[in-house]
């Protein structure tokens, strides 16, 4: 008996924190709602809203793929086994324990890498609100002839896409 209760622990306290973090988010948007509908912008929270999960969408399904092409074709491309040395043997045995679950790290992998690429990205709503609807503040820099809200409107968007593409190849290269 004692072995089944402690066997339910890990299970139950990982779903009470699942219930507890789910609760949190929800009242954080709830409450969001409410005080937008109470100064009548309940059209911006959903504006808002949209475009978070929009950028989540986007950005983690774009990680989520790279990672998961790049791991599919390293596993299907890794090396035949042939004659083995004392490092390959353990090696190979290490490879051999991994194989059961090859779906689940070819399907875990991208999706955590996916989530946390999403969450970084639904966290840049304002500058892909300020890139979207930039507009000129009539000075051109002298330097790069652009107009001067390049720099404060679209630049920082920019950025953001950049390293988020140097993140995507960085951890494509490591998988």
């Keep these: 008996k004692t ?35 109470s100064v009548d912008k309940s059209s911006v929270f959903t504006t808002l809203l949209a475009t978070q999960l929009a950028l989540f969408q986007i950005f983690g399904l774009i990680m989520a793929t ?46 955590m890498f996916g989530v946390m690429a999403g969450m970084s990205a639904s966290a840049q709503w304002q500058s892909w609100m300020t890139f979207r609807y930039a507009t000129p503040f009539g000075t051109t820099d002298p330097q790069f002839n652009t107009d001067i ?11 953001f896409v950049l390293g988020f593409m140097v993140a995507v190849l960085l951890l494509c290269i490591l998988m």
């Design 3 to 37: 072995a089944k209760r402690s066997g339910a622990l890990a299970p139950t306290l990982i779903i009470l924190g699942v219930l507890a973090v789910l609760f949190m988010i929800f009242t954080t948007f709830y409450t969001d709602f409410l005080w937008y509908s």
């Design 66 to 111: 790279a990672i998961g092409f790049t791991m599919l074709i390293a596993y299907r491309s890794r090396p035949e086994i042939g004659v083995m040395s004392a490092e390959q043997i353990s090696l190979e045995r290490y490879r051999a324990s991994l194989e059961p679950f090859h779906k689940v790290i070819l399907i875990g992998i991208p999706t």
């Design 149 to 159: 809200s390049f720099f404060a409107m679209q630049y920082p968007f920019l950025r």
